[in-house]
Every structure is written in structure tokens, then in C-alpha cells.
């Protein structure tokens, strides 16, 4: 398999969801990525607001997916790998600066991972943390 943070970073370039939050990729390693979005008022309820929590949700998915990226090769783009459950425990808010989120694979099998992801704020304030349940889809 090729290098971590490329496979990812190419996952950011071409995945349509994840270029419309602005996703920047940080850093990966395999099983392993960590995420970064800069907050913007669209990412918000209203001007000024804290960021929605809808985006903590999509950064907990992307983060185990793309940790789940680096660990076969049919997931280019967001392919190849489909979201079975999804988890979400709210424990922070922030209305300025970069959200980041770290995402692990905790266990993959041959169909099926488990994964779980930690969302903080440049300060490394908790605001949220998730575990995300995927399935590994065959090659077509």
C-alpha cells in the first residue's frame, strides 16, 4: 500500500463532502489520521454562533473512514467502505479557530471495523468524541 498521509490527502482532494467542509489532512499513519476544518460562519447555526453540531458528527465519520482508508486500497475517494453506525457524544462547543479530529481504526476484520475519533479545538479542549462501525465493501 502506498504512504498513509498521501492516500488520505488524496481522499480529501477528490471526496465532494469532504472539500465542501474544507477538510485539511494533518497528518496519517496507518489506522491513523488527523483532520483539521477552519471554522467558518456556514458552519454555523448563525453568525457567531458555535459550530453546528452536525459538523463534529461528519468529522467523527470522515476521521474513522479515513483512519479506515489507510488500511486497504478500495477506499479511494470514499469508496469501497460504507458507514454502518455512527456515534456522537457532545461535550464542548467553540466559536472561533480550526476544529481538528483524530480517528482510530480499533479493530478490522475482514468485512467489518470499528473505529473511534476525538473532535478538539486548538487548545486541545474535548468537544466531542464518537465511534464509528463500517463495512468493507468488496472490489467490483
Given at each position: 500500500?502506498t504512504?498513509p498521509l498521501a492516500?488520505?490527502?488524496?481522499?480529501?482532494r477528490t471526496?465532494?463532502?469532504?472539500?465542501?467542509?474544507?477538510?485539511?489532512?494533518?497528518?496519517?499513519?496507518?489506522?491513523?489520521v488527523?483532520?483539521?476544518?477552519?471554522?467558518?460562519?456556514?458552519?454555523?447555526?448563525?453568525?457567531g454562533a458555535?459550530?453546528?453540531?452536525?459538523v463534529?458528527?461528519?468529522?467523527?465519520?470522515?476521521?474513522?473512514?479515513?483512519?479506515?482508508?489507510?488500511l486497504?486500497?478500495a477506499?479511494?475517494?470514499g469508496v469501497?467502505?460504507?458507514?454502518?453506525?455512527?456515534?456522537?457524544?457532545?461535550?464542548?462547543?467553540?466559536?472561533?479557530g480550526p476544529?481538528?479530529?483524530?480517528?482510530?481504526?480499533?479493530?478490522r476484520?475482514?468485512?467489518?471495523?470499528?473505529?473511534?475519533a476525538?473532535?478538539?479545538?486548538?487548545q486541545d479542549?474535548?468537544?466531542?468524541?464518537?465511534?464509528?462501525t463500517y463495512?468493507i465493501?468488496p472490489?467490483?
Amino acid at each position: 500500500m502506498t504512504d498513509p498521509l498521501a492516500v488520505v490527502r488524496d481522499r480529501a482532494r477528490t471526496n465532494l463532502f469532504w472539500r465542501t467542509l474544507g477538510v485539511e489532512v494533518e497528518d496519517a499513519k496507518d489506522g491513523w489520521v488527523r483532520l483539521k476544518i477552519p471554522i467558518r460562519d456556514d458552519l454555523r447555526n448563525a453568525g457567531g454562533a458555535p459550530v453546528h453540531g452536525g459538523v463534529y458528527s461528519a468529522l467523527v465519520d470522515m476521521a474513522v473512514g479515513g483512519a479506515l482508508s489507510t488500511l486497504h486500497e478500495a477506499a479511494a475517494g470514499g469508496v469501497g467502505q460504507a458507514t454502518l453506525d455512527l456515534n456522537v457524544s457532545f461535550v464542548g462547543a467553540v466559536t472561533e479557530g480550526p476544529i481538528f479530529a483524530e480517528g482510530r481504526i480499533i479493530k478490522r476484520g475482514r468485512t467489518i471495523a470499528f473505529g473511534e475519533a476525538r473532535i478538539v479545538d486548538a487548545q486541545d479542549r474535548l468537544l466531542a468524541v464518537g465511534r464509528a462501525t463500517y463495512m468493507i465493501l468488496p472490489r467490483s
